[in-house]
């Protein structure tokens, strides 16, 4: 099953307000595309309104960081936020109310354990090959579904499908997980065929090569146990390294020898994503151009800490 995780495909920050997390990621240095939001008709034949929640893409060439914020109120989203109508046949409806509800209820929970980083999904080419091997572990997940997402491209915005599936743990809703949603998905749309969504950001970012957990100190050997099983390998050094999927784990005693200052808001929890840059001095140039607090890591590379980045620390690396 290892064999068949070629990365991340994504990780998802949660954040209360988009306009506030997009200003704040420019303001870093990304690109960020405009908000989507999906129109549904919440019974047969009426009208369409915004439902469920609102995304935004840091896109790069292979993966993304999504921006993701619950829809309560339209005219709080920013005024360049797009809709997306969805178009269900009438016996479908009531299904697919029932899955944007729960995905809803999930991040409104996130949002109630704090504001950043819930979601790692790892790229494969087989998302059923990975099913099947979760299955056969004794892993429960909630299946391998069907989405579309915006995706931009030299052309303009297209709606890419992509396949994927949440692993589930006993005794929380379906696709949930202690940290939050940790799952896979099949192919970045960059790998497919006319699609480049190629990005350029003015911090030089190219691409999120790393998600950082953060546990307690006591639970992890049965995390790292249960992250071996998720990704087919065992992890690699301290701090533990899940090499195939980008994955790093530090206990609540050693985040601060990685991160120095940072202390995790719950556990277990995602603390931080890295990028890789092109040029990590000019990238540290631009963040105190635009009065950015910079810190330096343990590894001899730089982060935003993330009381600056709305809960989430953010790593620049120089790319290899």
Request: hydrophobic share 40%; with cysteine.
């Amino acid at each position: 099953m290892g064999d068949d995780i070629t990365g991340l495909h994504h990780v998802g920050h949660i954040v209360h307000d988009m306009a506030q997390a997009m200003n704040s990621y420019r303001r870093l240095g990304f690109t960020v595309a405009a908000p989507t939001y999906p129109m549904l008709s919440r019974v047969a034949g009426g009208a369409a309104e915004p439902f469920g929640v609102a995304n935004a893409h840091v896109q790069f060439p292979r993966n993304f960081i999504e921006l993701v914020a619950m829809i309560d109120d339209a005219g709080r989203m920013p005024g360049e936020a797009r809709p997306i109508p969805l178009r269900v046949p009438d016996d479908r409806l009531p299904g697919l109310l029932a899955a944007i509800g729960a995905t809803t209820a999930n991040i409104a929970a996130f949002l109630q354990r704090f504001q950043g980083l819930h979601i790692m999904i790892a790229d494969t080419p087989d998302i059923d090959g990975i099913a099947a091997g979760l299955t056969s572990a004794g892993i429960d997940h909630a299946g391998v579904h069907a989405v579309q997402r915006p995706v931009e491209t030299r052309t303009g915005t297209t709606m890419e499908p992509v396949r994927y599936l949440e692993i589930s743990a006993p005794g929380l809703p379906a696709g949930r997980v202690p940290e939050g949603r940790i799952g896979f998905a099949e192919n970045a749309p960059a790998q497919l065929p006319g699609i480049q969504p190629h990005t350029v950001h003015p911090n030089g970012a190219t691409g999120l090569v790393e998600c950082v957990l953060c546990v307690a100190d006591e639970a992890l050997p049965a995390l790292t146990q249960r992250y071996a099983t998720y990704f087919g390998q065992a992890c690699n050094g301290r701090p533990h390294s899940f090499d195939r999927a980008n994955v790093t784990v530090v206990t609540a005693s050693t985040l601060g020898d990685l991160l120095p200052g940072e202390r995790p808001a719950a556990l277990p929890a995602f603390v931080a994503c890295t990028v890789s840059v092109r040029d990590i001095a000019a990238t540290r140039q631009h963040l105190r151009d635009n009065d950015v607090q910079v810190s330096r890591t343990g590894r001899e590379e730089i982060f935003v800490p993330a009381k600056t980045a709305l809960g989430t620390a953010i790593i620049f690396r120089q790319e290899e």
